[in-house]
Nanobody, 117 residues
Framework: VQLQACGGGLAQAGGSLTLSCVASGRAIRYYTVAWFRQAPGKEREFVAVSSRNPSDDPRYADSVKGRFIITRDNTKNTVSLQMNDLKSEDTAVYYC??????????WGQGTQVTVSS
């Protein structure tokens, strides 16, 4: 599977952006897909995950819980991340990653999110 992340950009604090992770080559329904982010000078960190198992609830990092929503549309081969009430500390490059067997070994190219205060 190949992943393409898009939807980043510039937003004001308190605003919203929606990122999309579009899969090609294989159906996304076979994969657990997560969003990660990496801010300048920091390590990549987990943001949110959508399990390939429909009965599993999405999980979120504490820092985004209540503000971000991850959804998947298997008919469009897409996993989206709706980001609300953005804060300056959300500024980062956002990556989507997919796993079939437990390790995230497939990544999109990253999309920049910049939040101005």
């Amino acid at each position: 599977v190949q992943l393409q992340a898009c939807g980043g950009g510039l937003a004001q604090a308190g605003g919203s952006l929606t990122l999309s992770c579009v899969a090609s080559g294989r159906a996304i329904r076979y994969y657990t897909v997560a969003w990660f982010r990496q801010a300048p000078g920091k390590e990549r960190e987990f943001v949110a995950v959508s399990s390939r198992n429909p009965s599993d609830d999405p999980r979120y990092a504490d820092s985004v819980k209540g503000r971000f929503i991850i959804t998947r549309d298997n008919t469009k081969n897409t996993v989206s991340l709706q980001m609300n009430d953005l804060k300056s500390e959300d500024t980062a490059v956002y990556y989507c990653g997919a796993t079939y067997s437990g390790n995230y070994n497939t990544w999109g190219q990253g999309t920049q999110v910049t939040v101005s205060s």
